[in-house]
Every structure is written in C-alpha cells, then in structure tokens.
C-alpha cells in the first residue's frame, strides 16, 4: 500500500487567475515559476511547487498530490490501490518537474496525485509577501470525517494524531503532527491550506503585512491545542483561508509514540489523544467570524 511522505503542492481552480496570482505573489510571498495559458504554478522561494492555479469557474481546491517512496514501483501500487477497491491510472503529464504521477480520487471528490519524482523550479528568490519556508498541512470540511480518515489511514497511510471530539481528525505522514485534517461539515470544501513559517517574527510580520495592505487577519495570532502550532489565518481574493504556522508538535520516532517535549504541552508526554472542544486553543485572539 502506499505511503504518503510528505504532501506536495494543491491545486485550485479559480474565476480569476489573475488576481489569485496577484494574491500568492504579493501577499503570501510564493513564486510564480511557471505560467502555461490558463494555469500557474507557484513555488516557495526556495523553489519548491506548492500551489497550482487553473482557471475555471468556480473557486475550489480540486486537488493534491504526496510524495512516495522514490523506491516505488507505480504499476505494482495500482494494483494495490485496485485491491483497497480505488482505481487510479498513470499520468505523464502532470506539473513542471514531475514527470509521472498515479491518479487517483478520494473518497470526497479531491484528485490525489502520488509522485516519487521532483525537481526545483528555480533557484532561491527574494520574496516581496510574507514568503513561507513550505507547505505544511491541507484541511478540509466534509460530511463523513470517519469515511475520510479511514481512506487515508488504510490507502495512504497516514496516522492519526488527534481527534477533537468525534468531528474534528488530525492525520500525520511524517514528524509533523498533520499534514491533512478533516473537519465534519455538511459539504465537502477546503477549511485551509497552511504554511510554515520562520518563528515568529515571522508571524508578526505577516500580521503587519496584511494590517498594511487591509485584509482581515480572521483567526490568530493563536496557539492551537492540537499540534501546538501558533497560526495566523486570513482569506485570499477566492475566499480561500490561509494559514502561517509555526511551531507545530513533531513525532520524531513513531514508535516511541509521543511527540517531543515542547513547554506548553500539558499532558506529559504528549500522545496522541481526543481532545474536547473546548480545550482545543491554548491562548489567543478568538475567531473572528
Ligand atoms: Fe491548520
């Protein structure tokens, strides 16, 4: 079966290119890498693909692709996804320096590409907007949490770290305590897409950098209970909420199953747990909306 290392990039869908371009460039501080008619592709300023634009009609976040084993043999993980029932297929055109990926979708409609090759689009840029070291964790709302959870433990091979509640899962496929969540919702739609970034000065500058250009920080600066990250939130042009983290809880070895020892952890050690709902920020400005 296979397992998800680390996710790559998300793709989203957009009525106005232009403008999403406008936002990822100037606010968030990515890279336009690669522009290809009606789609873009936006890098870190290290040079890493972490968001794919595409031109449609309506805003939404179509998809996301993880990187596998480079070991991996792709035609014998099709079949094994056959037999978990999922039928994927093989793409030679995927994104600019990933040549073949396995295409498949999850049990709430996001396209799931799995690639073992990649290249860096360029070298190290400077960066006008807030400029993330990299992508860190997708979250999604969607009706069936435990549907969900299940597929990318049992398919993909994620681990849980958390629940809040029985609405609210956080999944992880390395050291960091998640790389995707989901959060029980009546419709299936992006809840964030998040980016980590340096400390936090870091943090504070992007607070300054939205306060300078009027867009509304909605949720932060908060220290979350699950993960622990410190997070900023906003909306990009499409509605789109973006985080920038920091500090999120690491599982440096699985088998020893806490994560490591951080100053504001009040369980000791920390494990993996099912938190309520109300022990779930630890300190912080409310959610504004
Ligand atoms: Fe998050």
Redesign the pocket.
């Known amino acids: 079966m296979p397992q998800a290392r680390r996710v790559g990039h998300a793709t989203f869908e957009t009525p106005d290119l232009e403008r999403e371009i406008d936002h990822w460039v100037n606010v968030a501080g990515l890279v336009l890498a690669e522009r290809d008619g009606k789609r873009a592709y936006l890098a870190t300023k290290v040079g890493q693909l972490v968001v794919e634009l595409h031109e449609g009609e309506q805003a939404h976040c179509t998809g996301l692709t993880f990187e596998v084993s480079p070991k991996t043999d792709f035609s014998q993980l099709a079949k094994d996804l056959a037999a978990e029932g999922v039928s994927s297929a093989l793409s030679n055109d995927m994104a600019p320096g990933m040549p073949r990926s396995l295409v498949f979708d999850d049990p709430k409609g996001t396209r799931i590409q799995l690639f073992s090759e990649w290249g860096y689009l360029g070298d190290h840029h400077q960066v006008g907007g807030v400029g993330p070291m990299k992508l860190g964790?997708v979250?999604f709302v969607t009706p069936d949490v435990q549907g969900v959870t299940k597929f990318y433990e049992t398919v993909l091979g994620f681990r849980v770290s958390d629940w809040i509640g029985d609405w609210f899962s956080f999944m992880r496929c390395g050291p960091d305590h998640h790389t995707v969540n989901f959060v029980k919702g009546e419709k299936t739609h992006l809840a964030?897409i998040?980016f980590e970034v340096k400390d936090m000065a870091q943090i504070a500058t992007a607070c300054d950098l939205l306060g300078a250009k009027n867009i509304p920080i909605e949720w932060g600066p908060v220290r979350h209970g699950p993960g622990h990250n410190v997070?900023v939130y906003h909306l990009d042009p499409d509605r789109n909420t973006i985080?920038f983290?920091i500090e999120l809880d690491q599982m440096k070895d699985e088998e020893l199953g806490y994560f490591e020892p951080r100053p504001w952890h009040r369980d000791l050690p920390q494990r993996p747990k099912v938190w309520s709902s109300d022990t779930s920020q630890i300190w912080g400005m409310k959610k504004q909306r």
């Open positions: 964790h979250a964030h998040a997070s985080e983290y």
